[in-house]
């Protein structure tokens, strides 16, 4: 028996997911919070709806990963360190080295590092993850696992954008695309579901969480995706602004007297959802007050522009056997997705509200007449990772 766990690390967060492979199954899950400032948070969930939480300061992420680990142990869900036989981390941004999981050596790791420069955010955390799981078990497999590998077998016509080649050739712009694992994992489900052969079908998954992306996927391959080389571009979502005509930031950084980063960081954390409803990022708290007029036109643009990517994908992939809604709204606001599919009927496309209102599991969303089917995937970005680890362990 192997124990395999699987890491997101945030700058100040690092989330974990605990599994015993093969079999799959999750033995405990947890989250350290403010990691580098006072009062950190450290949860483990284990067993039958246990808990254990405290509150400490955690000075970084070498501190939390000993805590963790020594705390699995306090807790007997581990014997050992030496019971891990692998740890998997996320990584946000692969560039074009990349296209699939890979064992962590010094050259990845530098190469990830060196990939900051277009995933500032993401990528030094992501490193510093890496490397606290590998001061604390040098002997022990590591593997990075993507959010652009997936993404990577787009053709030129899909991720060179329309600017001088030059600045591709010289400085690698172009579209990356991210949520590769979970848009491989649903369009994996979605084939299951549709009972054919991945490399047989035609799929647009949509990923819609606070962070949002829709991906035409044919025959099990990432042709185009909405995001670009950051995660802000494609559709709304909770604080990002989506696409946007370029000529609106001169415009705005003169009327507002914003430098360039400013003005980025306003697209980023200020924007979306959160910027047109004046109230709240998250669906729950826009749902809630869907009467409001400014709400209203919020969730409608929203809707609005995952159907149009979703119209366009229809069109990259002449053709779509199935449409999948996947993570925090796409799992659970059966509203979001009716809307979005009701203004498909042209399509042949049809939503059962009997099926959509179903909670969890995968479920056909459709009505058994749709041409196009829909399905409703819950995602699940850590098991991927804990299998690529035990595929690239054995
Ligand atoms: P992240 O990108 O942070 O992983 P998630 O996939 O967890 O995000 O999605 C977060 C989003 O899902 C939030 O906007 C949240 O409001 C939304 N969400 C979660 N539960 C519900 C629900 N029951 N109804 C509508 N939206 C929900």
């Known amino acids: 028996m192997s124990k395999t766990i699987a890491i997101n690390a945030g700058s100040s967060s690092l989330k974990w997911q605990l599994y015993v492979m093969p079999e799959e199954t999750v033995v405990a899950k947890g989250i350290v919070e403010r990691i580098g400032l006072n009062d950190s948070i450290f949860t483990i969930k284990y067993g039958e709806d246990q808990k254990y939480e405290t509150i400490v300061d955690i000075a970084d992420h070498d501190v939390a990963v000993k805590m963790l ?49 277009f995933a500032p955010l993401h990528n030094p955390a992501n490193a510093m993850g890496i490397k606290a799981f590998k001061h604390l078990l040098p002997e022990i497999i590591s593997v990075a696992v993507f959010d652009t590998a997936f993404h990577a077998t787009m053709p030129e016509v899909s991720y060179l954008y329309s600017l001088p080649r030059e600045y591709y050739e010289d400085f690698k712009v172009r579209k990356y695309g991210f949520h590769g694992t979970s848009h491989q994992f649903v369009a994996q489900r979605a084939a299951e579901m549709l009972g054919k052969p991945i490399e047989e079908t035609k799929i647009i998954t949509c990923h819609l969480g606070n962070g949002a992306s829709i991906t035409a996927v044919d025959g099990g391959i990432s042709v ?33 007297d914003l430098n360039i980063n400013e003005m980025v ?15 709240s990022s998250d669906m729950r708290d826009l749902e809630a007050n869907s009467d409001k007029p400014e709400v209203r036109v919020t969730l409608d643009i929203f809707a609005d522009r995952i159907r149009k990517y979703i119209g366009s994908y229809v069109t990259v992939l002449n053709g779509v056997d199935a449409i999948v809604f996947t993570a925090g709204i796409g799992e659970n606001d059966a509203a979001i997705r009716e809307q979005i599919i009701n203004g498909m009927s042209w399509f042949g496309c ?3 509200p009997e099926q959509n209102a179903k909670r969890g599991e995968d479920t056909v969303i459709s009505t058994p007449e749709s ?24």
């Open 350 to 352: 049809e939503i059962d």
């Open 224 to 256: 185009d995706t909405s995001m670009g080389f950051t995660p802000l571009a494609g559709v709304t979502m909770g604080t990002r602004a989506g696409d946007i005509d370029a000529s609106t930031l001169p415009f705005l950084m003169e009327k507002l």
């Open 69 to 117: 680990l020594d705390q699995l142990i306090d807790l007997k869900i581990l014997a050992s360190y030496d019971e891990i036989t692998g740890v998997g981390h996320r990584v946000v941004h692969g560039g074009e080295f990349y296209d699939r999981s890979v064992i962590i050596d010094d050259e990845v790791l530098k190469n990830i590092e060196d990939l900051a420069e």
């Open 371 to 394: 041409k196009i089917k829909v399905f409703m995937i819950p995602t699940d970005e850590e098991l991927v990772i804990a299998r690529d680890v035990e595929a690239l362990r054995s």
């Open 265 to 279: 960081d306003t697209l980023n954390k200020k924007s979306g959802l959160l910027g047109l409803s004046g109230i």
